[in-house]
């Protein structure tokens, strides 16, 4: 019988690829961190372009993390790329639970009044996005890569389609309303974060047990 044009020679799907990265673009775009909290704090102290501009950091930045991070895991033999995404997957895990827990606590902007040039030293030098892409993100990259290109180039997409995508959003709103999101949006968005992270970890886990 001949293969089914959507399934990769290795057995998974391509639309596992789109929705993975859709995935852990939206939960990363939500997650609490210094980019988040420069894109609020310049949403209300600057209004919404400024906040805007700040989303789109990653896009710039993220091309030497990316590159670095697929660069190694493209020379790694496959059983090591199975093994990063098991690590992986508890990374997400354990991700889920702290957005979770942090989802009780009122949201924050600190005394960040930075603009963009501070928000792409800030998002080049986060140890989280080095992290994320050497445990999460490259290996998934890479063995995307070992299928098609284009599997590789769709996770991409998905992903900071909707990290960019949902920063924008936030930017959006908070520049409209000049607040910040109250207390309880912000717990349901943190759990509803979680929730994402967690069907991310699951997903991760089938790949990895696919080898």
Do not use: C
Not at 1 to 24: D, I, K, T
Not at 58 to 69: Q, S
Not at 135 to 159: K, N, Y
Request: aromatic fraction near 10%; charge should be positive; glycine fraction near 12%.
């Amino acid at each position: 019988m001949l293969p089914s044009p959507f399934q990769s020679r290795l057995g998974v799907n391509p639309l596992h690829y789109l929705l993975l990265g859709l995935l852990l673009g939206l939960t990363a775009g939500l997650s609490p961190g210094p980019l988040l909290g420069l894109v609020l704090a310049e949403s209300i102290q600057h209004g919404t372009w400024r906040g805007i501009l700040v989303a789109m950091v990653p896009l710039l930045t993220d091309i030497v993390i990316v590159f670095t991070a697929v660069s190694v895991m493209r020379h790694m033999p496959p059983k090591g790329l199975q093994i990063l995404n098991f690590v992986g997957a508890f990374v997400v895990a354990v991700a889920a639970i702290r957005t979770y827990v942090g989802g009780h606590a009122p949201p924050s902007v600190g005394n960040l009044t930075a603009g963009f040039l501070q928000a792409i030293t800030v998002n080049l030098l986060n140890p989280h996005a080095w992290l994320f892409w050497f445990l999460v993100a490259g290996p998934i990259t890479a063995s995307a890569l070992h299928q098609t290109v284009w599997d590789a180039v769709g996770f991409l997409a998905t992903f900071y389609g909707g990290l960019v995508g949902v920063k924008i959003l936030i930017a959006i709103i908070v520049g409209q309303k000049a607040q910040g999101f109250r207390a309880t949006t912000h717990r349901f968005v943190l759990s509803a974060t979680a929730l994402g992270l967690l069907v991310a970890s699951g997903l991760l886990l089938i790949q990895a047990f696919l080898g």
